[in-house]
């Protein structure tokens, strides 16, 4: 028994600081920046860790590419009113974000969000961050 009680102890010291981790978002996106993407919804996976949005919207030449944007897991934004039905494809929306560090490359993570249609807005209100 008290093999197994050392044993379960060492293992919880071993796996709970990675438990615990996360990625850096500096690592990868360009938090000193901002871009703002104008476009049409094409993808909303509502998931854990991490939700994702795809949008078609123009690049920084005017050429429509497909971005792919980092947000919040479903928990979070459930917890500010997202659900898996808010946002649906061919949705009209404005987005702000850092964008990816890596160039050429499509990738956001998303600051705020906005749908024109019906002035729906993410990122506006006190814990409305991705982290």
């Known amino acids: 028994m008290r093999r197994v009680l050392l044993f379960v102890s060492a293992a919880m010291l071993v796996a ?8 850096s978002y500096s690592a990868t996106y360009d938090t ?15 998931k854990n860790p991490h939700s994702f949005i795809t949008v078609q919207a123009p690049d920084e ?5 497909r971005w792919s944007v980092e947000w919040n897991g479903s ?10 039905e808010t ?6 929306v404005v987005l702000m ?4 560090r890596v160039r050429g490359e499509y990738k956001v993570r998303m600051v705020s969000l906005r749908r024109p249609l019906d002035g729906f807005t993410w990122g506006d ?7």
Do not use: C, M, W, Y
């Open 32 to 46: 000193g920046r901002q871009i703002t993407l104008e476009g049409k919804l094409v993808q909303f996976v509502f």
């Open 97 to 100: 974000g850092n964008p990816s």
């Open 61 to 65: 030449h005017g050429v429509l590419q």
């Open 87 to 92: 946002l649906k494809p061919g949705d009209e």
């Open 16 to 23: 709970g600081p990675a438990a615990d981790a996360h990625h």
């Open 125 to 131: 209100r006190a814990g409305q961050a991705v982290d």
């Open 75 to 84: 928990g979070q934004l459930t917890n500010h009113g997202v659900t898996r």
